[in-house]
């Protein structure tokens, strides 16, 4: 498998908790900043949704895939965009999808943020890291600048 087409499949114990998470976070509940991304389906075109953790970095909106590339980060490059929901809110926005160069300082960020969470994606990578180890696995890790639609 090249890092480019990591990808870890969600195991029950993730099932549940991505099920809890987004049952929060419908009723407007948003846990450590998540969202339910909502993604037309690059094939049916039905919207798909997914738990995710919205990460917030000078100002500027970011979505991580820590699972490589899932579901939702091969329908979102498809789409372009999609819908973040929160309760009754929905917004509806764009994304950009950032090059491997541009990652470290926001992994680190998102490790720092949520690694009891996701730190098991990472093989053992914390926010520590120094750059040229964030560079690595970079590639295995999708990014995407988050703007209105």
């Not at 995710?52 to 699972?67: C, H, I």
Request: charged content about 25%; aromatic content about 8%; glycine content about 10%.
């Amino acid at each position: 498998m090249t890092a480019t087409a990591r990808y870890i499949a969600p195991g029950r114990s993730t099932a549940l908790f991505n099920a809890a998470i987004a049952g929060l976070t419908r009723l407007g509940v948003s846990v450590w900043g998540s969202r339910v991304l909502a993604v037309r389906g690059r094939t049916s075109g039905e919207w798909r949704t997914t738990p995710v953790n919205l990460l917030t970095v000078d100002g500027e909106r970011y979505l991580v895939a820590p699972r490589g590339v899932t579901q939702w980060v091969r329908n979102i490059r498809v789409a372009g965009g999609g819908e973040l929901h929160v309760g009754r809110r929905t917004e509806a926005i764009t994304v950009t999808e950032l090059a491997d160069a541009d990652k470290p300082a926001l992994l680190r960020e998102y490790l720092r943020r949520w690694k009891f969470e996701v730190g098991v994606f990472f093989d053992g990578v914390d926010a520590s890291a120094d750059d040229a180890t964030l560079r690595a696995i970079a590639p295995g890790y999708p990014v995407f600048r988050v703007l209105p639609a």
